[in-house]
């Protein structure tokens, strides 16, 4: 399970690498769409880092 979330994770990273890269690379970049894309994959690369490391955010940790 926690493979197949982290493959899934490091696919969506890399396709908001690219997104980012196609949208500068246009002659008006939109700023606001790189900066958004930019929060998401800091996002996935959060997620990603605490998949890697087999923890739970404690959004979704069971109290006790």
Do not use: C, T
Request: proline share 6%.
């Amino acid at each position: 399970m926690i493979d197949h979330k982290v493959w899934r994770l490091r696919n969506r990273h890399r396709e908001l690498e690219r997104m980012i890269r196609d949208e500068q690379r246009r002659p008006e970049p939109n700023a606001a769409l790189i900066q958004d894309l930019k929060r998401r994959k800091l996002q996935v690369k959060d997620e990603l880092f605490m998949a890697e490391a087999g923890l739970v955010p404690a959004s979704i940790r069971p109290s006790y």
